[in-house]
């Protein structure tokens, strides 16, 4: 999470969406970043108006607009599927060396996954509790030219984002009847994703 005092902005890092990327840009430009424990980097939007948003309107007496990342569901997830495969999770509940993409998807949309597909929710990740879109600003991922051009007004910085933490390359490709089985029990995130791409 990196907060900008000056400029009201709060960006919250929705893992596996590029926010390694941003802190390592614009980390020297921010009042705070959040780094470690992850509860509190990877703060939902939830978590930070309970907890930090009090704290810090109580310090500036300001309001602070929120700014979040979410990324194609299939491709986020994929992104998750390959980063779990390095070898330093062999052995590891987490790791997902010896599973299909097809398979860790199935084991995604249950409602209780094995812990190498419980990955979490770009939608409750951004959404408050009756599900509707809790930032003010919502990016898609694969458009990086929008949030770019946003952060350099906002920030008035030039941004040149580098490639970080990428995962490893592993086939991803998902059957027909998997992909339409996780858009149907899953289709928060798609919505969400769609809100991002139209803004």
Not at 54 to 67: H, I, N
Not at 70 to 92: E, K, N, Q
Request: with cysteine.
């Amino acid at each position: 999470m990196l907060v900008f005092w000056k400029e009201n902005l709060v960006i919250l890092a929705v893992p596996k969406t590029g926010t390694t990327a941003l802190e390592g840009a614009l980390a020297p430009k921010a009042a705070m970043v959040l780094r470690d424990p992850p509860t509190i980097k990877h703060a939902p939007i939830y978590r930070y108006r309970r907890f930090l948003k009090p704290f810090f309107v109580q310090a500036g007496g300001q309001d602070p607009e929120t700014l979040a990342v979410v990324r194609d569901p299939i491709d986020w997830l994929g992104s998750w599927y390959r980063y779990r495969a390095r070898t330093d999770l062999d052995g590891h509940p987490n790791s997902t060396k010896n599973i299909s993409f097809d398979d860790f998807v199935l084991e995604y949309v249950k409602g209780k996954p094995e812990p190498f597909a419980n990955v979490g929710s770009q939608a409750k990740f951004v959404c408050d509790g009756d599900g509707q879109i809790a930032v003010n600003y919502l990016f898609a991922y694969d458009r990086q030219d929008r949030l770019i051009a946003f952060l350099q007004d906002r920030l008035d910085v030039t941004l040149t984002l580098p490639r970080l933490n990428v995962s490893p390359l592993r086939e991803t490709r998902l059957l027909p009847q998997v992909e339409a089985k996780l858009r149907d029990r899953r289709a928060a995130e798609f919505a969400v994703w769609e809100t991002a791409r139209q803004s």
